[in-house]
């Protein structure tokens, strides 16, 4: 199973941008799916995570302006950011987790698996 995202970039403070990851591989099913992110000398933090069934999560500094979507079909994970803030400024990664993964005719649980990781700047 692989993640990878892409959507990244430099933006002005108050603009917008939109990241996407796909899961590939011998994937069944993804149980929750997310973003995280890590500015330098931090530690990583959640930003929002999406169940199956499209419960969504939020951590209290992106709500209001980041909306996180999937695809089940597509294994595809979404994060609309809106009114960007210099502070979200961050290396940002997609996180599958409670992944089911076939191989023939059998059913296996994975790990957590984690993207690549893309760039987001926010200029002031």
């Known amino acids: 199973v692989q993640l990878q995202a892409c959507g990244g970039g430099l933006v002005q403070a108050g603009g917008s941008l939109r990241l996407s990851c796909v899961a590939s591989?011998?994937?069944?099913?993804?149980?929750?799916m997310g973003w995280y992110r890590q500015s330098p000398g931090k530690q990583r933090e959640l930003v929002a995570t999406?169940?199956?069934?499209?419960?969504?999560n939020y951590a209290d500094s992106v709500k209001g302006r980041f909306t996180i979507s999937r695809d089940n079909a597509k294994n595809t994970v979404y994060l609309q950011m809106s009114s960007l803030k210099p502070e979200d400024t961050a290396v940002y990664y997609c996180?599958?987790?409670?992944?089911?993964?076939?191989?023939?005719?059998?059913?296996?649980?994975?790990?957590?698996?984690w993207g690549q990781g893309t760039l987001v700047t926010v200029s002031s």
């Open positions: 999406i169940s199956s069934g499209g419960s969504t």
């Open positions: 996180n599958a987790a409670g992944v089911v993964y076939y191989s023939g005719s059998s059913y296996y649980p994975g790990v957590d698996y």
């Open positions: 591989g011998s994937i069944f099913s993804i149980n929750i």
